[in-house]
T-cell receptor
C-alpha cells in the first residue's frame, strides 16, 4: 500500500510533442504529490507538486493532472524540448505525520530534435 | 559552495574496505537524508536526521552507519559491503527542524557513485 507505480519506464518524444508520464498510488492518506526531475550527473530537483484539493496544476509547460477517485496523477510536458531530456520521478506522501516520501521507479525521457 | 555537496563523487572499494561518504548542505536546513538509487528502482530512503537526531531508519543493514555531527554535515560510514550495494548514494536536505515534515521540499546533492568489487 506504500507503493507508487510509475509508467512508462522510458519515453521518446519528438521536439514540440507532448510527453505524458503516469503514476498510481494505493494509500488514500497520501495528500502531497511532487514530481522531481533528474539530469545525468545531478541529483533530483523538485519540478512541480500538487495537493488533492485541485485537479490540475500548471507551471509553464509542465502540468500535473490529478484524479483522486482513480488514485492516479500524471505529468504532462507540453512543447517538449531536447533540454527536457531527463529522468522524472513522481512521489507521494502524507502531510498528517512525518511519513517518508515514496518515489516511483522513474521515467527516462528523451526528446529528439 | 551552494546547495548540497557530496564527496567523493566516485568511489571504488573492495568488500573488506572501510570508507565514508560526506555530505554538506549550505542551505541552513535542519533535516538531512541518505537515499540509495539503483537503476530502474525507486529511490530508497535509508536514513533521516532532524536536528541531528535520527528520525527514520529504514531497516538498513548495519554495514551502513550514518553520522550527523551537526545540522550541516552528514556522513555515511561503509564497511564490509557487498557487490549489490553498488549504487548512487544521494544526500538531501530540507527545512526540517521541530516541524520536520515529509512535504518539505528536499534538495539533493549530485550523489556518490559507489562500486563494490
Amino acid at each position: 500500500q506504500q507503493q507508487v507505480k510509475q509508467s512508462p519506464q522510458s519515453l521518446i518524444v519528438q521536439k514540440g510533442g507532448i510527453s505524458i508520464i503516469n503514476c498510481a498510488y494505493e494509500n488514500t492518506a497520501f495528500d502531497y504529490f511532487p514530481w522531481y526531475q533528474q539530469f545525468p550527473g545531478k541529483g533530483p530537483a523538485l519540478l512541480i507538486a500538487i495537493r488533492p484539493d485541485v485537479s490540475e496544476k500548471k507551471e509553464g509547460r509542465f502540468t500535473i493532472s490529478f484524479n483522486k477517485s482513480a488514485k492516479q496523477f500524471s505529468l504532462h510536458i507540453m512543447d517538449s524540448q531536447p533540454g527536457d531530456s531527463a529522468t522524472y520521478f513522481c512521489a507521494a506522501t502524507s502531510s498528517s505525520n512525518t511519513g517518508k516520501l515514496i518515489f516511483g521507479q522513474g521515467t527516462t525521457l528523451q526528446v529528439k530534435p | 559552495e551552494t546547495g548540497v555537496t557530496q564527496t567523493p563523487r566516485h568511489l571504488v572499494m573492495g568488500m573488506t574496505n572501510k570508507k565514508s561518504l560526506k555530505c554538506e548542505q549550505h542551505l541552513g536546513h535542519n533535516a538531512m537524508y541518505w537515499y540509495k538509487q539503483s537503476a530502474k528502482k525507486p529511490l530508497e530512503l535509508m536514513f533521516v536526521y532532524s536536528l541531528e537526531e535520527r528520525v527514520e531508519n529504514n531497516s538498513v543493514p548495519s554495514r551502513f552507519s550514518p553520522e550527523c555531527p551537526n545540522s550541516s554535515h552528514l556522513f555515511l560510514h561503509l564497511h564490509t559491503l557487498q557487490p549489490e550495494d553498488s549504487a548512487l548514494y544521494l544526500c538531501a536536505s530540507s527545512l526540517g527542524g521541530s516541524g520536520y515534515a515529509s512535504t518539505d521540499t528536499q534538495y539533493f546533492g549530485p550523489g556518490t557513485r559507489l562500486t563494490v568489487l
